[in-house]
């Protein structure tokens, strides 16, 4: 599944991974210039290389939003087969990351600027990336949902303060762009999550951290793979 925006003065792509119900993002401000790309999956490698080529991008920057624990990130394959800048977190423990980014620090390519936004509490390494109108959440808030916060020093209480101190401040028109969605649904928006998530229906951030020590998950299928496998940076030769 993809989904091909070309707004008047950028390239925005949203492609989904069916495995994990990853979406990675690939922007650009026009045909035949630089490129960036955020959460890829190891696996769709070619398929973005193919896609920057018909495009005739040049991929100049990599963005994971944390250390993932349910896919391999293509940070690394895609930076051995481009030479991009691999870009994390300040709070990473990636040992292979060309350039840690911390809360209000700017991400540029071209025209296109994000702005980070320090976002823990899925992981203690989550951040957000505002571009303009719209805003990349990794898995801090989701479609309906927000990423869980019972494993990789996850925390419900910093998970509350990213939400409701940060990124349901934005403008309610700005459009949430999330890491994942199990239901088919590409975008929202911040009015749209403030009223319609039911993880955000609380009155309290006892009242959160009862609703997410409650929820009762299993470990994601990848994570023991997945987890040091992004920490150590591997490549497909490597797994
Ligand atoms: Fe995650």
Request: glycine share 4%; proline share 3%.
């Amino acid at each position: 599944m993809q989904f091909l925006i070309i707004l008047s003065d950028m390239i925005f792509k949203q492609l989904f991974d069916d495995k994990s119900s990853t979406y990675t993002y690939i922007l650009a401000s026009d045909k035949g210039r630089e490129a960036l790309i955020i959460d890829p999956v190891i696996e769709h490698t070619n398929k973005y290389l193919n896609v920057l080529d018909e495009l005739d991008l040049k991929l100049v920057k990599v963005i994971d939003t944390h250390i993932h624990a349910d896919h391999v990130t293509g940070l690394n394959e895609l930076s051995k087969k481009t030479n991009c800048t691999k870009i994390m977190g300040e709070k990473s423990k990636s040992e292979v990351v060309d350039l840690h980014v911390k809360e209000d620090d700017k991400i540029k390519i071209d025209n296109i600027e994000l702005k980070v936004i320090y976002t823990p509490g899925h992981t203690d390494c989550s951040y957000s990336y505002l571009m303009n109108d719209r805003v990349f959440t990794g898995d801090t808030l989701l479609i309906n949902g927000t990423g869980r916060t019972d494993f990789q020093n996850g925390s419900s209480k910093d998970q509350y303060d990213s939400l409701f101190n940060k990124l349901l401040k934005l403008p309610e028109n700005t459009i949430v762009l999330p890491a994942h969605d199990y239901n088919g649904k590409t975008s929202s928006t911040i009015g749209s999550e403030l009223k319609n998530n039911p993880r955000l229906q609380v009155d309290s951030v006892d009242q959160y951290i009862e609703i997410m020590n409650n929820l009762n998950l299993a470990n994601p299928k990848m994570m023991d793979i997945a987890v040091p496998a992004n920490v150590k940076g591997l490549t497909s030769d490597q797994l």
